[in-house]
């Protein structure tokens, strides 16, 4: 496909909100459709390179294009964020010893930790932020699986030092970005192997599909995700690809909103009294918050909104919240009381009136509330 991405050749490359928008769009000629339309088709004519549905398409194709422009790697597209999760870790894995074992974060996303943890390896659980603990974790291991930031801590480990260690110990690294998108991390500049995202969540960004991306600068690694793609079925549907994409167009202002409203209500909930702690990386649009009162209380105060809607996933363009621990899956070392709420489009002020209001109305009458410890 003709790529429209490229400037021209003398110019600087186009900023990332411009290739949000171009990359992935057919050339523009008399009378074509601007966007690549849904192709619904489970076969080609013979004659030519495509041949069967399962391998190729070409809105899955203006999709990957688009997200490998952001990424700066090679982009490939799933059916859902875990059937990227476990392309990636199959490719990953494919030479390596059978013995060897995988390295995967202490706070990371419970699927893929699960998913990691039966591949009759050794598993070995780490805090990504301590360097010297995933130095240590990697030693004789084979795969590094790194998330930024992870969730719902919402930590963010440096991806130059966690590359480096793996690649020193001979594995390799995969890094999920869901919660980050490829407009604030990057880990593909930062030398790691495969980027991983559920592009369920910021990409498309309206709550109303899954699809899932993994996507490298190595072409022997891209040809093997394409190939695991193939042979395994988990392709995305045409017009789910077709979504993500326009979705996709609206990233940057999408983010950009979600951000700067995620930092005001970042600040908000910090001087609030039923408040213990703030979790925010001062970007992106997610905000862990620890109340007082645990579990009982978190799951009142989720209960209690009116415009915040309590329901799983992130991303979408309307307001959600939850308490992560209400799930058995969830890891222990997340907080019983902390609930994570992904930041939507509203007015911000209508969205802290709304989280103010059911703090208020939960607290347990006559009690006075513990001083706000520092946020992070
Ligand atoms: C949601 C999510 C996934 C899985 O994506 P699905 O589309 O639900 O399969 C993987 N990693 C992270 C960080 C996620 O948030």
Redesign the pocket.
């Known amino acids: 496909m003709n790529d429209p991405a490229s400037p021209p050749a003398e110019g600087p490359p186009w900023r990332a909100a411009t290739r949000a928008v171009v990359a992935g769009r057919p050339e523009p000629s008399a009378d074509a459709p601007l966007s690549t339309p849904v192709v619904a088709t489970s076969t080609y004519a013979a004659g030519g390179e495509r041949g069967y549905g399962r391998y190729t398409n070409p809105t899955w194709e203006a999709f990957e294009d688009a997200v490998g422009s952001l990424e700066g790697a090679t982009a490939v597209a799933y ?7 476990a392309a990636a870790v199959e490719v990953l894995l494919a030479d390596a010893p059978p013995h060897g074992a995988v390295v995967v974060p202490a706070d ?2 419970h ?2 930790v699960d998913l990691l943890s039966r591949l009759s390896r050794p598993v070995r659980s780490v805090r990504l932020d301590d360097p010297a603990g995933v130095q240590a974790a990697l030693d004789g291991a084979v795969l590094l699986w790194a ?1 930024s930031p992870t ?1 719902p801590l919402l930590e963010v480990p440096d991806l130059s030092v966690l590359v480096a260690h793996a690649h020193q110990a001979g594995a390799r690294i995969a890094v ?4 980050a998108t490829p407009l604030r991390v990057r880990p593909a500049e930062h030398g790691a192997d495969v980027v ?6 910021y990409l498309s960004g309206h709550s109303d599909l ?3 991306v993994a996507a490298s600068r190595d072409p022997a690694v891209v040809t093997r995700l394409r190939e695991v793609r193939s042979r395994s079925g988990a392709i995305p549907g045409t017009f789910e690809a077709w979504l993500a994409l326009r979705g996709l167009r609206t990233l940057l202002v999408r983010l950009d909103r979600a951000e700067q409203s995620a930092q005001y209500l970042a600040a908000c909930l910090a001087g609030h009294s039923s408040v213990q702690r703030v979790r925010y990386p001062g970007w992106g649009g997610l905000v862990s918050v620890q109340v007082h009162g645990g579990a009982a209380r978190a799951d009142a105060v989720t209960g209690a909104t009116r415009l915040w809607v309590p329901a799983t ?3 979408g363009v309307e307001s959600t919240l939850e308490r992560r621990r209400r799930w058995p899956a969830e890891r222990a070392s997340v907080p019983e009381s902390l609930i994570r709420l992904s930041v939507g489009l509203e007015d911000p002020d209508d969205l802290w009136q709304d989280l103010e209001q059911a703090l208020t109305r939960t607290r347990p009458r006559g009690t006075a509330e513990p001083p706000s410890s520092a946020g992070g």
């Open positions: 059916a859902s964020g875990m059937a990227a999760v990371g996303y699927a893929s998330e969730n999920d970005t869901t919660a991983v995202h559920a592009a369920t969540k899954l699809m899932g996933s992130f991303g």
